[in-house]
């Protein structure tokens, strides 16, 4: 099976996401919700007029990529790009190579160091839940209150590396605070400190990225990488500039 982890698939995704949740079976997708006999001349109006097909599919293959996104799908990413009302729900997938989120994919698929750490298919799955908790995200709780979530899987499912790849997409998007709260046992808590540092500074990019812990002293906190210390009032909140990469 070809690889379709590429950002060229992403607006193909997409459309596929976007036909299930217009009411379009698998089967409708597979021939391109079009009238009998008449599938290849839009599968070409997609790819030529539309720019959604990628140039490198023919229609030969359009099945074999419907079954690919078939095999991975789940309830959550049925409602792929789907906004809940909030102010930022329709947030596209950041596809801009200087992205913090193209950059940890890249880490993730071994197109950074030649060392692959996820396969596409699990890479795909990872874009399409971090896409859809970004945008049920509220930038001003004050008057609704907090909103929560619950991710659940087991050892080695993949939850810290969706917990990187939405911080990878919050950060595109301007949000300069995350705050992870990883258990009261203090081994596992610095692996997973760790692993963010890690996979974030390999990834590279426009972000530069300070991983802050907790220490002896409440009145602080420390650049693990540096040794600087932070208080509360050196931690200011970036003003929303869409499309504007800043420091994390």
């Not at 995704?13 to 599938?39: F, P």
Request: hydrophobic share 30%.
């Amino acid at each position: 099976m070809s690889n379709y982890a590429g950002n060229e698939y992403t607006e193909c995704k997409k459309w596929i996401s976007e036909q299930l949740n217009d009411g379009y079976t698998w089967e409708d997708v597979r021939c391109l919700c079009a009238a009998s006999g008449k599938e290849e001349e839009e599968f070409i109006r997609l790819r030529e007029d539309e720019l959604i097909i990628p140039d490198n599919m023919d229609f030969d293959e359009w099945c074999d990529f419907v079954d690919y996104v078939k095999s991975g799908y789940s309830r959550i990413t049925e409602m792929y790009g789907l906004s809940d009302g909030s102010e930022n729900g329709n947030l596209p997938v950041p596809i801009e190579t200087f992205s913090p989120w193209i950059k940890y994919k890249n880490y993730l698929l071994g197109r950074t160091d030649g060392k692959v750490k996820i396969d596409d298919h699990s890479v795909t799955q990872i874009e399409n839940n971090c896409h859809w908790i970004l945008n049920h995200l509220s930038r001003d709780t004050r008057a609704t209150g907090p909103r929560k979530g619950l991710v659940m899987g087991s050892v080695q499912s993949g939850k810290t590396a969706n917990m990187i790849g939405l911080t990878t997409m919050t950060a595109y998007y301007d949000w300069n605070f995350v705050i992870i709260l990883s258990g009261t046992i203090d081994n596992l808590r610095k692996q997973t400190r760790d692993r963010f540092l890690n996979d974030l500074s390999s990834s590279g990019g426009m972000i530069a990225w300070h991983v802050l812990d907790k220490t002896g002293n409440t009145t602080y906190m420390m650049d693990i990488q540096t040794g600087e210390r932070y208080i509360t009032d050196d931690l200011k909140l970036n003003r929303y500039q869409e499309g504007k990469s800043s420091n994390s």
